[in-house]
């Protein structure tokens, strides 16, 4: 199956820093790509969907000048959680959808933030 | 609107034994798909199964096997003979076409499987 990777797998930051966390598609074209939040013992719980070359699509709820998305090609799609506290802390999940159809969707590894 | 409703919190079994995870979901469209994910303690989802609403066929792969049954709107998945790395947390998903256009996938809350030797 296509791959999807994510950078760093883990981050451990203090309270006010910016933490970006990378999300790329390895073998395919990622058309649009998922942000997920999980906390502990919870299911997943979507953030936003970004399509790629426009504006990223948050849920309710979840404050865009906090969780900066960017889609900017095919292959790579960022999440920065800016000025983080230890709220913040999660295990962030990238998916990947490519232009196979809309039923395909890859998951990447995951990236646990821990924030000090 | 959609929905996953995996029931089951928490199951423990003692290995060798067979073990069904409950999945129920709800949607208005006709064409949509149900998928079955594996989250072990590394966190990393684990593909394990894609069905698309016109195929009711049960499917068996080594232990595992699925039961989709839409005049239940249910798509159970069985282990037989669970073994110690069975244990982890099992995510029921739903895709259909009905969401704005953006065919963005439902997650149940996941069943948190424990084998115990």
């Known amino acids: 199956g296509a791959v999807v990777s994510q950078h760093p797998s883990w981050v451990i930051c203090k309270s006010g820093t910016s933490v970006k966390i990378e999300c790329r598609s390895l073998d395919f074209q990622a058309t649009t790509m998922f942000w997920y939040r999980q906390f502990p013992k919870q299911s997943l719980m979507l953030m936003a969907t970004?399509?790629?070359?426009?504006?990223?699509?948050?849920e309710q709820g979840v404050e865009k000048d906090k969780f900066l998305i960017n889609h900017a090609s095919l292959t790579l799609s960022t999440l920065t959680v800016t000025s983080a506290h230890p709220e913040d802390s999660s295990f962030y999940i990238c998916s990947a959808r490519g232009l196979a159809g809309w039923n395909e969707q890859f998951f990447g590894p995951g990236t646990r933030l821990t924030v000090l | 609107a959609q929905k996953v409703t995996q029931a089951q919190t928490e199951i423990s079994v003692v290995e060798k034994e067979d073990v069904t995870l409950d999945c129920v979901y709800e949607t208005r469209d006709t064409t949509y798909y149900l998928f079955w994910y594996k989250q072990p303690p590394s966190g990393e989802l684990v593909f394990l199964i894609r069905?698309?609403?016109?195929?009711?066929q049960n499917e068996i792969s080594g232990r595992y096997s699925w039961n989709f049954q839409k005049s239940t709107s249910s798509f159970n998945f069985t282990i037989t003979a669970s073994q110690v790395v069975d244990s982890a947390v099992y995510f029921c998903?739903?895709?259909?076409?009905?969401?704005?256009?953006?065919?963005?996938?439902?997650f149940g809350r996941g069943t948190s499987l424990i084998v115990h030797p």
């Open positions: 998903a739903l895709i259909s076409p009905n969401s704005g256009g953006s065919y963005i996938p439902t």
């Open positions: 970004s399509n790629e070359g426009s504006k990223a699509t948050y």
């Open positions: 069905r698309n609403s016109f195929d009711e």
